[in-house]
């Protein structure tokens, strides 16, 4: 068990682009999160998956943001036409359902800048 | 809007003495709460949680205390220790899935 593993670790794009987000999670963990960190705030709740189920979003989550979690194993977060204002560290987590008190684990981040 | 708050962007204090970082909410559905630990360049860690049925849980050095009436919950660290400088956030949910974070309090242990 290697933990949550994110790719990249950071990434430029100019506006406008278009940016991909690879998160593989821990193996036997059925649920999957990403959340947004910006400066001096913390994490904020973006959406989740249990299995491949993408069972909740957030109202930060704009039209330009799509996450998917094919066969309910690695996930992946797009992001179209990126704006300056989606710079920020992108954390995905993972946990097991019914092991909400143990919390999840966080990988170490994307962080992407918007130039 | 911010539903949990800790209101001291940093902390000091001596190795050896206690650490107390404070955090409060205004959700009286959240039920769940856990503190994580953040070191640079490096995601959030697991540190400690504990339910609303609770009103202490300790794990080691750590001990987490919930005042429910005053939606206030707080994490001791006894004694403290350089590895312990780190940024501590507090999070809360009402179901388990979504957590709220606070804005984190950086503490630094000086030795």
């Known amino acids: 068990d290697t933990g949550v593993s994110q790719d990249p670790r950071h990434k430029i794009t100019k506006r406008g682009q278009n940016v991909t987000f690879r998160c593989d999670p821990i193996s036997e963990h059925n649920r999957l999160y990403w959340y947004r960190q910006t400066l001096g705030q913390g994490p904020e709740f973006l959406t989740y998956?249990?299995?491949?189920?993408?069972?909740?979003k957030s109202r930060l989550l704009s039209d330009r943001f799509s996450a998917e979690r094919p066969k309910g194993s690695f996930s992946t977060l797009e992001i179209q036409r990126t704006e300056q204002g989606d710079s920020a560290m992108y954390l995905c987590a993972s946990s097991h359902r019914v092991m909400t008190l143990y919390g999840y684990t966080f990988g170490s981040g994307t962080r992407l800048t918007v130039v | 809007d911010q539903q949990v708050k800790q209101n001291s962007p940093s902390l000091s204090v001596q190795e050896g003495r206690i650490s107390i970082l404070n955090c409060d909410y205004t959700?009286?559905?959240?039920?769940?709460f856990l503190w994580y630990k953040k070191y640079p360049a490096e995601g959030p860690t697991f540190l400690i949680s504990?339910?609303?049925?609770?009103d202490k849980n300790e794990d080691g050095r750590f001990t987490v205390f919930l005042n429910k009436s005053a939606k206030h919950l707080s994490l001791h660290i006894v004694p403290s220790q350089p590895g312990d400088s780190a940024v501590y956030f507090c999070a809360a949910s009402a179901s388990g899935n979504q957590f709220y974070f606070g804005t984190g309090t950086s503490l630094t242990v000086i030795p």
């Open positions: 998956f249990q299995n491949e189920a993408q069972l909740e």
């Open positions: 959700n009286s559905m959240f039920d769940y």
């Open positions: 504990i339910s609303s049925i609770k």
